[in-house]
């Protein structure tokens, strides 16, 4: 007659010559099918009767537990593995070992695991990149989401405590000492979350809301990868963003060494990239320069304006992909806009195979709100989004952009020649200023590039788009002032054409009697729209607060005058936060009244200064008909008015 007892929750039969576990099956046909043995050796009820165990016929259901059991910014993944039953739970360790119980026991209830329970055990620990259940990183606790083996359960305990929303307020680390800035509050939440990631060896989405200044938490990360990392970062932007991100690099972060990766002069050395802590360049060049970019090891690379990554047959897109990378982060305040594919190609940048192949990922995931809402517990660790109304109380009621521009080379030299036939006339005259600043509102207004689309021949109007897309995206209202009937006229159309959303136009052909109307049209609308004004002709006057963005699409010589127009929405009544975009060319006309506005502001912020024939206005005229864009060497002001360096930055 054998001997039962109970070690370590397992339930051994024991002779004179050997001592061996039981089985469920073997306990299971004793206690309930009146058996009399077990191994061949005889045994009786009252042998389990005497360890004081209750014998449940009913099934413990294993279960994958999923919890984080640390508080500080180094927190512990654990993944367990449990049999839970009745109310209660046990926890069934050394998963991998050869013999191990396939039964739990719990306050001295005895309760056997399903058939095949151990196995489905071990086979999930080897999908999901495991050798046991123990602690784990944060890239397998995502992959582990998605484990879908209907033989075992699995529960994520950690409930909101490593969403990114949540996790950005919990985390602790000072900003870089060489940040030539200051941050909001949800901004330094926003870098210590994308330093956490990085350190954690996951990519991440910064979908913050435009306006927010994702660029400046990101350049905080790249200067936090400068201290620890001798490995370079690669930044990828739209070719229209370069020159906004060159200046903000060097307005928040001069201790960074960067290199503009761009252009005809650029190098085709790798040796050369390895010597710069940051590598600027186009989604363009990189698809086109891919061979190059993957000789180096990047120890992060930025997409910004990551949905031009959201068809994942593109070019681009798959070039992008191949690169080597130790992590990744995307930007974008629009990361899904039409399909979940979309989601799914930006998110396999970021975090590769995450969600599966895109074939598996459609089978699984079909364009439907259901699949979306299945989609959500998976990667809101890795997206950070935050609206501009989460973080009203840390903003200013006003956030300023300034948006500098660069020409492409066709219509820089289109524009060099229209300069240098101003400037051999003799005449240096605001008729000959104009036709420089109609050229730079859009060539088709001085007519030029006629034969090409409206978009192709202006990255102004490209950006425009981008903007614009943000802002749909949103469900917001946008002013645009320009100061050019023909430009009003193909900005309505053109942006009606491109977003299917409602747009008019207020300037001087528009009679008095008929302009509030326009505005109460624009007004009672429930949906994006946008307004296009002249800012002479309706930039006193009116009303329009229920606009929260403007946008500047070419820039007045007076600054009076575009203040005045900024004020038809920022102003008393406004109860939104109102963010003013300003579009300019570098090295152009435009680049000049820019300075000019910053110049004068700076002299007097309350005066009404216009053209008025001194000596100041004339040395800025001649200045404007000398600038080049063709000589890409000269300094340009970084746009500072002096004041609290923040979130108003792209």
Known sequence: MG????KDGAIFLSTEKQQVMLLAEEIFAIIFESALSARGIPLSQAEFNSTGLKFS???AAPTVVLQRISEDDLFIIECRLFGKGNGFEAEVKKCTDCDIPDYVIFRNTWMPLPAGSIEAARSFLKEVGLSDFGQISLEQYLRILQFRDTSLLVEDRTNTSLRAAHLAGTLKGDVPVDFMGTLYPYQVD??????????SGVGCIIADEMGLGKTIQVICLLLDLKQNSCNPSLVVTPATLIESWKRELKRFAPSLDVYVHHGSGRTGFPDELQEHNVILTSYETAATD??????VTWQLIVADEAQALKNPSAKRTKRLKTLLRRSAVAMSGTPFENRLTDLWSITDFVVPSLLGSQAEFENRFPETMESASSIEPIITPIILRRKVSDVAKDLPERIDIAQPLQLDAETATLYESLRLTAATSGNANLALLNTLRMFCTHPWLSGHCTHISAADCSVKLQRLFEIVEEIVSSDAKTLIFTSYQKAADLLSREIASQFNIYTD???GRTPVSERQQKIDDFTNLRSAAALILNPRAAGTGLNITAASHVIHFNLEWNPAVEDQASARAYRLGQTKIVTIHRLFYIDTVEDVINDRLTRKRELASTAVIGTD????????????????PLNQGRRHNDGSNGNRESAQCQ
């Open 190 to 199: 926003g870098y210590r979350w994308l330093t956490h990631m990085k350190r």
């Open 505 to 507: 136009v207020i300037d």
């Open 3 to 6: 001997k039962i007892s109970v």
């Open 613 to 628: 024939g001194s000596d100041a206005d004339m040395q800025d005229i001649l200045k404007a008909l000398r600038v080049s």
């Open 57 to 59: 016929k009913y099934s």
């Open 290 to 295: 891919v061979s190059l970019l993957r000789n």
